[in-house]
């Protein structure tokens, strides 16, 4: 019975580093490519190097974490195609997020995410990036949650955890993004599955055709043609991002 107690507790205190870790790495504390340094995590969480190791191996099999041999344990840094693949998969189910969450709106939620469109737009201003990053994963996550779909949700949610190191790389659209927000918003008030799950779509294209920005003509070829992403973009209202 003792066994299983300490086993128990030791699950426990894994369970609990695990969430402080995802906590450090969604407020941006850990830049994209940075050394984990275990020994000093186990020291400011005030646990021993056991759990905290535990829960680094969850977030690798999350694949927030990589584990490079002979150098240690660092934040992933995501090349533009793996970028792409993520924003491919991501627009595909926040379309069906939002179609699935039109139907369920009240007026509660309308205004939770007219509140975090307000306060996002301060975020703009101030041209605070961690800041907007933050508020816009919450409205993401507001309308997952609203979809009834818990598959879904857990779905996206990896999926959006994983494109947290893209988060600092917005700022020659964010106020495109901002304006994306808006339209979803006007969207859902007006109860229109089609247009939500459109707005959703082009979100998330106009953040493909950003990282189209950072790739030379081979690479993004290769990508558009594995994707077909080319087309989607050219059909896509997004030619504005495109001018910039």
């Given at each position: 019975?003792?066994?299983?107690?300490?086993?128990?507790?030791?699950?426990?205190?894994?369970?609990?580093?695990?969430?402080?870790?995802?906590?450090?790495?969604?407020?941006?504390?850990?830049?994209?490519?940075?050394?984990?340094?275990?020994?000093?995590?186990?020291?400011?969480?005030?646990?021993?190097?056991?759990?905290?190791?535990?829960?680094?191996?969850?977030?690798?099999?999350?694949?927030?974490?990589?584990?490079?041999?002979?150098?240690?344990?660092?934040?992933?840094?995501?090349?533009?195609?793996?970028?792409?693949?993520?924003?491919?998969?991501?627009?595909?189910?926040?379309?069906?997020?939002?179609?699935?969450?039109?139907p369920k709106v009240n007026e509660q939620v309308l205004k939770k995410m007219a509140k975090l469109i307000e306060e996002q737009r301060k975020m703009v201003e101030e041209e605070n990036l961690v800041g907007y990053s933050q508020l816009d994963y919450e409205?993401?996550?507001?309308?997952?949650?609203?979809?009834?779909?818990?598959?879904?949700?857990?779905?996206?949610?990896?999926?959006?955890?994983?494109?947290?190191?893209?988060?600092?790389?917005?700022?020659?659209?964010?106020?495109?993004?901002?304006?994306?927000?808006?339209?979803?918003?006007?969207?859902?008030?007006?109860?229109?599955?089609?247009?939500?799950?459109a707005a959703f779509r082009n979100h998330n294209l106009k953040m493909i055709e950003q990282i189209k920005q950072n790739m030379n003509p081979d690479e993004w070829e290769e990508v558009r043609v594995e994707y077909g992403v080319g087309e989607k973009i050219?059909?896509?209202?997004?030619?504005?991002?495109?001018?910039?």
């Amino acid at each position: 019975m003792v066994l299983t107690m300490t086993k128990v507790i030791k699950q426990r205190l894994s369970h609990q580093v695990y969430d402080i870790l995802k906590e450090m790495i969604s407020d941006y504390r850990f830049s994209p490519g940075a050394r984990i340094n275990v020994e000093q995590i186990a020291k400011e969480v005030g646990a021993s190097r056991t759990p905290v190791w535990e829960a680094v191996h969850r977030l690798i099999q999350e694949g927030l974490l990589e584990n490079i041999p002979n150098r240690g344990v660092f934040m992933l840094t995501l090349t533009p195609k793996m970028a792409i693949e993520l924003y491919v998969v991501r627009e595909a189910l926040e379309g069906l997020a939002a179609r699935c969450a039109v139907p369920k709106v009240n007026e509660q939620v309308l205004k939770k995410m007219a509140k975090l469109i307000e306060e996002q737009r301060k975020m703009v201003e101030e041209e605070n990036l961690v800041g907007y990053s933050q508020l816009d994963y919450e409205f993401h996550a507001l309308v997952y949650e609203l979809s009834g779909n818990r598959t879904l949700l857990e779905i996206l949610a990896a999926v959006k955890n994983k494109m947290r190191p893209l988060a600092l790389h917005v700022s020659p659209i964010l106020s495109r993004l901002l304006e994306d927000h808006m339209e979803i918003l006007a969207a859902f008030r007006d109860r229109d599955s089609d247009r939500a799950e459109a707005a959703f779509r082009n979100h998330n294209l106009k953040m493909i055709e950003q990282i189209k920005q950072n790739m030379n003509p081979d690479e993004w070829e290769e990508v558009r043609v594995e994707y077909g992403v080319g087309e989607k973009i050219r059909n896509s209202d997004i030619g504005d991002a495109r001018s910039k």
